[in-house]
């Protein structure tokens, strides 16, 4: 059975960080494409990360530079440090699985973790 | 990074037929088609066709998608008052490499 389970989200200030985490059983992530989507509040989803193959990563332009994905493959376990944090990364962020980048669709979603942004 | 286009509601009754559009470009809803994803209030989204009509195991038959040009459609036939969800599109873009999102239609079962 698969389960994704996201922690690491609370209240933060403007300017602080936080790393999520990702935890995965039932599929090995650095054999898939694992991506981080967020839903900020009453709104839809927005991309914000991507990793493939265990090494290949990619950014929406709104996070690039301030976030960081990666993966350790002992922990089976997918991360998103936050740095720089604004009001407007307040969401719920939700990490979920490809098998095929940009292919087979994003099959598997946790049960998401809330960031909330704020003085 | 401009995300996709869909309606923001449409409203149909039991047992009625609702047909949600999905607006890209070439890059990305032309490329290889879309994906479309259901959510429940409070839950994750939940992924119902890919690559415009590939069902994941376990989605209904009434559950159909489409694609002409740089459009992609999800038909749900038979709607059922559980069918109420918001539904979102997504697409690969071969540009960006990366998803890009629509911004949701919120579907009413009347």
């Known amino acids: 059975e698969v389960q994704m389970v996201e922690s690491g989200g609370g209240l933060i200030q403007p300017g602080g960080s936080l790393r999520l985490s990702c935890a995965v059983s039932?599929?090995?992530?650095?054999?898939?494409?694992m991506s981080w989507v967020r839903q900020a509040p009453g709104k839809g989803l927005e991309y914000v990360s991507l990793m493939y193959f265990g090494e290949h990563t990619n950014y929406a332009d709104s996070v690039k530079g301030r976030f960081t994905i990666s993966i350790d493959s002992s922990k089976n376990t997918l991360y998103l440090q936050m740095n720089s944090l604004r009001a407007e990364d307040t969401a719920v962020y939700y990490c979920?699985?490809?098998?095929?980048?940009?292919?087979?669709?994003?099959?598997?979603w946790g049960q998401g973790t809330l960031v909330t942004v704020s003085a | 990074q401009a995300g996709l286009t869909q309606p923001p509601s449409v409203s149909k009754g039991v047992g009625q037929t609702a047909t949600l559009t999905c607006t890209g470009n070439?890059?990305?809803?032309?490329?290889?088609?879309a994906a479309w994803l259901q959510q429940h209030q409070g839950l994750p989204p939940k992924l119902l066709s890919y690559?415009?009509?590939n069902r994941p195991s376990g989605i209904s038959e009434r559950v159909s998608a489409s694609r002409s040009g740089n459009i992609a459609s999800l038909t749900i036939a038979g709607l059922q008052p559980e069918d109420e969800a918001d539904y979102y599109c997504?697409?690969?873009?071969?540009?960006?490499?990366?998803?890009?999102f629509g911004g949701g239609t919120k579907l009413t079962v009347l």
């Open positions: 070439s890059n990305n809803v032309g490329y290889q088609g």
């Open positions: 979920a699985r490809e098998s095929v980048v940009g292919i087979s669709g994003m099959d598997y």
């Open positions: 690559r415009n009509n």
């Open positions: 997504s697409a690969w873009d071969s540009s960006l490499s990366i998803w890009v």
């Open positions: 039932g599929f090995t992530v650095s054999s898939n494409a």
